[in-house]
């Protein structure tokens, strides 16, 4: 799994190996300075001393309006869209 910023030609986020059985994790954060800036065949994982992964979100409401959906009364609307979520 590898998250890009392909304009910037930048690695954001990599997880390789996660469904190979027997090898060790590649993660990096980030470009690695080498020939695979996105963390292919690093195996690395074993190395780390920390493992703790920080996330932070940027959580914004949404409006609500009466929904289609009778199970729900009210449901977020998307305004891009402008329609209801299921």
Do not use: E, Y
């Not at 910037?8 to 190979?20: E, I, K, P, R, Y």
């Not at 300075?33 to 920080?54: K, L, V």
């Amino acid at each position: 799994m590898q998250l890009h910023n392909s304009a910037a030609a930048q690695t954001l986020f990599a997880m390789n190996n996660w469904g190979v059985d027997g090898n060790t994790l590649a993660l990096g954060i980030g470009n690695r300075p080498t020939s695979h800036p996105d963390w292919t065949f690093a195996s690395n994982a074993g190395s780390d001393t920390t493992r703790a992964a920080p996330c932070m979100c940027w959580c914004v409401p949404l409006p609500l309006r009466p929904c289609r959906n009778l199970s729900r009364k009210m449901c977020p609307m998307l305004k891009d869209i402008g329609t209801c979520t299921p």
